[in-house]
């Protein structure tokens, strides 16, 4: 197998995890067909388009190959027809969303860097592919999106956009160092997830009220 075919089967197994991912969070929040498909459609594309688009591929392979759009509708029906055999739908929606973190972060890598994006940029765009289609997946289905609360998520993706950029400094870029790259990130995303790891935020100090009691609705 050489390597533009793992990593189209690598990106085509994103988009089908993404838009599962997608479909499923759609559905958990009682979406119609349309709604579930669109929502998958773009969780699974979203990132891609980006991507594409900052490597001046154009077209993006969203619109330009058929195959990237017929396996996002495909994923997102079926996810839509056969929810009731999916036990735990927040469950599940985590695992896929972390698999296809760790596709989209492989592949978005490594495209940026074939189109000769600096090692810097190609880290950088590559955490930004795989976070896009989660970011636009819980924009749609009015969440906090995951990158902007306190797991463990966009520095995982960085991690492993790292990792791909130091196996292609290497000359090591054959199926089974990706596959070790993705299994990485996705490795870590979970127990980040297992294990509640968080980022540090800023701790919230009460205002001074100058040995004043504050005013309450009652003084009005």
Do not use: N
């Amino acid at each position: 197998m050489t390597t533009s075919t793992a990593l189209l089967l690598a990106d085509l197994t994103g988009v089908a995890v993404f838009a599962a991912s997608g479909a499923s969070a759609a559905v958990a929040k009682r979406l119609d067909l349309f709604g579930v498909a669109f929502v998958g459609f773009v969780a699974a594309l979203g990132g891609g388009i980006f991507r594409d688009l900052v490597i001046d591929e154009v077209p993006p392979l969203a619109f330009a190959d058929w195959r990237y759009v017929a396996t996002a509708a495909v994923t997102a029906l079926a996810v839509f027809w056969l929810h009731p055999q999916l036990a735990r739908l927040r469950t599940t929606v985590l695992v896929l969303d972390a698999a296809g973190l760790a596709l989209f972060t492989v592949t978005g890598t490594l495209k940026a860097l074939d189109a000769r994006v600096p090692a810097v940029g190609a880290c950088l765009i590559g955490m930004l592919t795989a976070i896009g289609g989660g970011l636009a997946r819980d924009l749609l289905t009015a969440e906090i999106p995951v990158v902007l609360r306190r797991e463990i998520y966009a520095v995982v993706a960085l991690v492993g956009s790292v990792a791909v950029a130091l196996l292609y400094v290497a000359d090591h870029t054959g199926p089974l160092p990706l596959t070790a790259a993705a299994v990485l990130v996705f490795g870590l995303r979970l127990i980040a997830l297992r294990r509640r790891w968080s980022v540090p935020v800023a701790p919230l100090r009460p205002p001074r009220t100058g040995g004043v009691e504050p005013r309450t609705d009652r003084d009005w």
